[in-house]
């Protein structure tokens, strides 16, 4: 019961929320890139897995309603832009280690590319919902 209304809500949502969902899976593959690639780094499971995977569970929770990208976007851009803020983000693309390098890029592309599909998907998701008359 739980599955299929999981299910249903997530072939409901847009296109863009979809895509914003993707660009969070690319996230989660580039950390396994990196954890794979140097596991010592994260004394343990990358703890961003977890943080990425609940985000993504709560935009296909919430799905349907203008907003539910918003949980999705705010993990991607927390990661990206603190990380590159906190000097976290570079040193991983100046890394010796080609596993370590190839997992930040594709984990920041999709991190990038959720931020503003998930964005997208809120904005028009607004303006529909202010659009549609009153009955």
Sequence with gaps: MVLSTI????SAASKST???L???AVGIAGLVVQWVADPAKFGGFPPGILFIAACAALVVVASGRWW????GVLISLWIVVGG???GQLTPNFRSGDAG???GTAVMTFG???AAVTG???MIAGRRARTDTPAR
């Design 7 to 10: 299910a249903a809500r997530f």
């Design 18 to 20: 979809k895509l914003s």
């Design 22 to 24: 993707a660009g969070l």
């Design 68 to 71: 539910a990208p918003v949980s």
């Design 84 to 86: 590159w803020a906190a």
């Design 100 to 102: 370590t390098v190839t």
């Design 111 to 113: 991190l990038v590319f």
């Design 119 to 121: 964005t997208t998907a």
